[in-house]
């Protein structure tokens, strides 16, 4: 018997609290350069290392949840990121703080990863791709409003370990909630075919699974692209356009609005055309986009039309593509749904983080360097449409 459907709202919420808990600290860096007397290279390991928690943690989240339940790991999950954001609030060392900003991004990690399993539980294939493309454009507004947050909850705590204490009682408000309103959805009867099998088992199928490797490369590289571009857009806005953080953060939050509106036509488009068509307009999309981006930077340098034009099309692109690479990446074997989405959403936040390191490295100044990075992204990302599209006609055959 199919188990009761989550709330969309909420799972989005949960899968929310991820981003936001990495996001929120992004505008009190400097400031707590200034409370620990720590340069400016140390403190973002504040940021890296609860990305470290969130990747390192994902497939191991998503096999216990297939052992034990999604409820049980999610309000664990829940528990660990509040007690850890807490502790962040009151430690009185950068070294303690990292360290439990580690723990943070492990706890955070069950939001995401439980939610694509638990859709995956109570949906088919096709309906996965609509649910999660409102799960997605929830999630989405997280990472706008995160920085917002952050910086008015340092004006009234008047500490940047203030931040934490908004991080602690958001948590303590989704874990009511999904104690209240969220039902188990794991299917007993179908996942205990497979408790027996080894974890590793596990993994090693999904990674010889052309479907699988081919969706998370998907959402990798895409992921890619906007974090390579993500890394540098605040200087090139105000360095070479002569905006400023005001003006930049009005810019990303309509490009952000955008994402979540595509978003949501992608999850009905993929109720009338399929989700492989949608995926397939999106990657288009998205290849078309990194090209622009790479031949009008060449052509005109930076402007705001060699700029913002190439943006516009890639979120909008992204919003096709992200919902609808995760649906498919967990849509083989729904009896391991939640290993399939553990696994890939941390191959995506790895791969997505390389190319955030390695936009940092190469960028002198000039954008053209990164709109090749970009560009070279979305075609990998093209690529990988070809791989699941290769293993879709082996499994029909």
């Not at 919420?13 to 981003?19: C, F, K, L, W």
């Not at 540098?232 to 105000?238: C, G, H, K, L």
């Not at 992608?266 to 989700?275: A, I």
């Amino acid at each position: 018997m199919q188990a009761k459907k989550p709330s969309n709202f909420l799972l989005g919420v949960a899968s929310g609290i991820s981003p936001f808990g990495m996001a929120i600290a992004i505008p009190t860096l400097e400031s707590f350069a200034q409370l620990y007397q720590a340069p400016y290279s140390t403190v973002q390991f504040i940021i890296s290392a609860y990305l470290l928690g969130l990747a390192s943690s994902m497939p191991l989240v998503g096999f216990l949840s297939d052992k034990v339940g999604r409820r049980p790991v999610l309000l664990s999950g829940l528990v660990l990121f509040i007690a850890a954001s807490i502790i962040c609030s009151t430690t009185d060392s950068l070294n303690s703080l990292i360290f439990w900003r580690v723990l943070q991004g492990v706890g955070a990690s069950v939001g995401s990863v439980m939610a694509r399993a638990m859709i995956r539980d109570t949906n088919n294939a096709s309906e996965t791709a609509r649910s999660l493309s409102r799960v997605t454009a929830i999630m989405g507004i997280s990472p706008m409003i995160a920085p917002v947050i952050g910086g008015i909850g340092y004006q009234i705590f008047g500490n940047p370990n203030g931040i934490f204490i908004i991080t602690a009682a958001i948590g303590i408000v989704v874990l009511i909630a999904i104690l209240l309103k969220l039902p188990e959805t794991r299917n007993v009867e179908l996942t205990e075919s497979t408790n027996r099998e080894p974890w590793s088992e596990k993994y090693r199928y999904l990674l010889g699974s052309k479907v699988f490797v081919g969706s998370s490369l998907i959402y990798a590289f895409t992921t890619g692209a906007f974090f390579a571009i993500l890394a540098v857009a605040s200087t090139v806005f105000y360095n070479d356009l002569g905006i400023d953080s005001a003006g930049f953060g009005f810019i990303w939050g309509c490009l952000t609005i955008l994402y979540t509106v595509s978003a949501f036509m992608g999850g009905n488009l993929s109720s009338k055309y399929g989700l492989m068509k949608v995926l397939l307009a999106g990657v288009v999309l998205n290849v078309m986009a990194g090209l622009v981006f790479y031949f009008l930077v060449k052509a005109l340098d930076v402007t705001l039309v060699s700029v913002i034009a190439p943006l516009v099309i890639m979120f909008f692109a992204h919003g096709f593509i992200v919902p609808m690479a995760l649906a498919k990446a967990v849509s083989s074997r729904p009896e391991i749904a939640g290993s399939s989405s553990g696994l890939s959403s941390a191959l995506g936040l790895v791969i997505g983080g390389m190319f955030s390191i390695l936009s940092g490295l190469v960028f002198d100044g000039r954008l053209l360097p990164i709109a090749m990075i970009v560009s070279l992204s979305t075609i990998l990302c093209g690529m990988s449409y070809l791989l699941v599209l290769s293993g879709n006609r082996k499994n029909i055959a």
